[in-house]
T-cell receptor, first 111, second 115 residues
């Protein structure tokens, strides 16, 4: 079964607002990762959270992980137009960095 | 440092033709992963290779698809007798031998269109 399934979502917000997106997965994991994909480009790794961590910060990004609910959230604070992209969560479901991705969240930040 | 290079960026083929997609990993990376992305979908794992070795091809369709990563040169994903359903973006990622989680770097993909 596909891991890292997030509810596909399209989010449109004003610059300066916060953007929150969610991800759920099905089996136990070692870590969960978030990626960004700009239109027509490859994926860029944003942040990784390990299964024994509950929250992690990186710049304007905040990731939470709830292993009891098998879910994660990504918060982008003070959004900018340049944050317009699709955001994917992924788990190392198959091992050895063979990632299983969700369907993505499309975020549009309006200047 | 050049990132993961994929070419061509766009490829158009007619049904029944062959498609060859190339991926040059980052310098020092000996692990290559291929993924396929259908429109409005996330990436789906296809195959994991090391130099001259296919480690895991469990995500590859059983027929028409093959991949290689020779000792010299880029990794090649080959699709024979393409069909309309093969239209997708194909992404390659690479990681170093000691790469832990999050160590993958992705190329910008090849967008394959089948007429």
């Amino acid at each position: 079964s596909q891991q890292g399934e997030e509810d596909p979502q399209a989010l449109s917000i004003q610059e300066g607002e916060n953007a929150t997106m969610n991800c759920s997965y099905k089996t136990s994991i070692n870590n969960l990762q978030w990626y960004r994909q700009n239109s027509g480009r490859g994926l860029v790794h944003l942040i990784l959270i390990r299964s024994n961590e509950r929250e992690k910060h990186s710049g304007r990004l905040r990731v939470t992980l709830d292993t009891s609910k098998k879910s994660s959230s990504l918060l982008i604070t003070a959004s900018r137009a340049a944050d317009t992209a699709s955001y994917f969560c992924a788990t190392d479901y198959y091992g050895n960095n063979r990632l299983a991705f969700g369907k993505g969240n499309q975020v549009v930040v309006i200047p | 440092n050049a990132g993961v290079m994929q070419n061509p960026r766009h490829l158009v083929r007619r049904r029944g033709q062959e498609a060859r997609l190339r991926c040059s990993p980052m310098k020092g990376h000996s692990h290559v992963y291929w993924y396929r992305q259908l429109p409005e979908e996330g990436l789906k794992f296809m195959v994991y290779l090391q130099k001259e070795n296919i480690i895991d091809e469990s995500g590859m369709p059983k027929e028409r698809f093959s991949a290689e990563f020779p000792k010299e040169g880029p990794s090649i994903l080959r699709i024979q007798q393409v069909v309309r359903g093969d239209s997708a973006a194909y992404f390659c990622a690479s990681s170093p031998p000691s790469g832990g989680p999050g160590a993958q770097h992705f190329g910008d993909g090849t967008r394959l269109s089948i007429l």
